[in-house]
């Protein structure tokens, strides 16, 4: 059943998007929808980090050159891309602010479903998502900072967006590490955590179609922004896996391994950050909009890596292999 969510879960998220545009158009009022949102995203995020093996932190340090790698292009590479980007969009302090969230925040959850797909090392890629998302949460702000100046600070305010990081993604990291824990010593605890592996598509699902839902009656105001991102997107999805892959071969990793990379390099966390962006006075419908658009924007995205990045290195495979 896992297997079959998680190959079919590009196809699920979009029916949970349908679904939530009609439920948007018919439904009078979305009071009771927004209240729904941190709730399900505190448990996608719960049962997410869930299948992010913690204890193997040691293990992806020992890994330097892939971890080099993934940290040089996510951190270096992608913020100078996203900068640059950036500067097509409209002059909106709230739209830049969504574009940066959304971009400077490597995936740490689907990704490596899709990078096995796409016949990279996903485990390679499994080991090093704790760094990722350290490494993320640390620099977001100062990236923020960094690009956006006055700016970052009139929006970001920190007591909203501290209650947010410390609710929505501490929590449930602590609780998916407590599980982890439990399942490493006892049964009961193993039975527990293979229950909950089975969520994390639907929960995603779930929090998709609440934030669409809750977002489509006043997309209107919205529209213009998301429609200003969508080109800066979509160019993101062309040139973010290419960077992801020159890296690798920079840094002299074997075409799975940069592969990984390149996948890694292309694939956001905008579901993970919504969370934050919530926090940020008259976020709706703006960051919620954004931060959608860039989500579409990528499941497409993926439906054609994993059909074109297996070719990146085919060449160097074949003359391995007929070694």
Known sequence: MRDILE??????????????????????????????????????????????PLREIGKALRETRFLGALLVSNFIA??????????????????RLGIFMVLLTPCIDYVITFAHLGRADARLLLSSTPILLLVQMALLPVYLGLFLGDEAADLVRIGPFVHAFVWLIAVPLICAGAVQLWAARH??????????????????ALVLFLVVAATVPVLGAASRHALSALPI??????IAPLIGWGVGR?????????????????????????????????AIPVLPAVIVTQTLVELVAELIYIRVLPRFGKTHEARVDAQ
Request: charged share 5%.
């Open 7 to 52: 190959r079919q879960q590009v196809w699920i998220y979009f029916a949970a998007v349908a679904l939530a545009a009609i439920t948007g158009l018919v439904l009078p009022g979305t009071d009771e929808l927004e209240s729904g949102i941190n709730p399900a995203l505190a448990f996608m995020l719960f049962v997410t980090f869930l299948q992010v």
């Open 78 to 95: 992608v913020p100078v891309l996203a900068f640059l980007l950036s500067q097509f969009a409209i002059d909106n302090a709230l739209l």
């Open 187 to 204: 049964a009961a605890g193993q039975r527990l955590s293979d229950i909950l592996g089975l969520l994390p598509v639907p929960a995603t």
């Open 233 to 238: 997107y979509i160019a993101f999805a062309v």
């Open 250 to 282: 920079a840094f002299g990793l074997h075409p799975a391994a940069g592969r990984a990379v390149s996948f890694a390099t292309a694939t956001r966390n905008s579901l993970v950050v919504l969370p934050l962006a919530l926090a940020v006075p008259g």
